[in-house]
T-cell receptor, first 116, second 115 residues
Framework: EPEVTQTPSHQVTQMGQEVILRCVPI?????FYWYRQILGQKVEFLVS????????KSEIFDDQFSVERPDGSNFTLKIRSTKLEDSAMYFC??????????????FGEGSRLTVL | DQQVKQNSPSLSVQEGRISILNCDYT??????FLWYKKYPAEGPTFLIS?????DKNEDGRFTVFLNKSAKHLSLHIVPSQPGDSAVYFC??????????????FGKGTKLTVNP
């Protein structure tokens, strides 16, 4: 069964460093997302991406964050200068045209980011 | 921001019995409600959804009930099985002209089904 894959599974970085989290969405999906979950808190929406541009972003997704789909398969989240509060589990998700309106997303296993 | 609330952080039931997980919401613009299941070290997995124009949706052992007047939904699992032990997230999606796609999640309820 096709699945969303994310790398790395865990990254430890120093405050102020740049981090890139990578995702390979399901191949025939057109809608891509990043969510995050800080330990003990809710899963929070960061950004949605469709047709090579951001379709919606949350207040969390400030100028330090960016997303890119550099080729036909990868979808990346870049944090330019990490802060301690960026420590979280980051989930990539994707979905198809026939599921996007119902909110049915397919999530990856997550990338745990630890900022020291 | 408490648009979606799951007031029970945990629930423990016996195998074979019914599990009832509850969720409350505040935003009348939500058009779909979903339940996701999450095992440790995995991402959330879609379980079942319901449109805001329905009051019940059933899929095998899983049934979701929606009470719009009370802004409340519940997930019933019957019979419960040990493999159902996981964290269950309630989520909601709002309708907008621009096609808002973001999901708003509750904090989750950890279900433990004891053999």
């Amino acid at each position: 069964e096709p699945e969303v894959t994310q790398t790395p599974s865990h990254q430890v970085t120093q405050m102020g460093q740049e981090v890139i989290l990578r995702c390979v969405p399901i191949s025939n999906h057109l809608y891509f997302y990043w969510y995050r979950q800080i330990l003990g808190q809710k899963v929070e929406f960061l950004v949605s991406f469709y047709n090579n541009e951001i379709s919606e972003k949350s207040e969390i997704f400030d100028d330090q964050f960016s997303v890119e789909r550099p080729d036909g398969s990868n979808f990346t989240l870049k944090i330019r200068s990490t802060k301690l509060e960026d420590s979280a589990m980051y989930f990539c998700a994707s979905t198809s045209s026939d599921r996007v309106n119902t909110g049915e997303l397919f999530f990856g296993e997550g990338s745990r980011l630890t900022v020291l | 921001d408490q648009q979606v609330k799951q007031n029970s952080p945990s629930l423990s039931v016996q195998e074979g019995r019914i599990s009832i997980l509850n969720c409350d919401y505040t935003n009348s613009m939500f058009d779909y409600f979903l339940w996701y299941k999450k095992y440790p070290a995995e991402g959330p997995t879609f379980l079942i959804s319901i449109s805001s124009i329905k009051d019940k949706n059933e899929d095998g052992r899983f049934t979701v009930f929606l009470n719009k007047s009370a802004k409340h939904l519940s997930l019933h699992i019957v019979p419960s099985q040990p493999g159902d032990s996981a964290v269950y997230f309630c989520a909601a999606k709002s309708f907008s002209e621009g096609g808002s796609e973001k999901l708003v999640f509750g904090k989750g309820t950890k279900l433990t089904v004891n053999p």
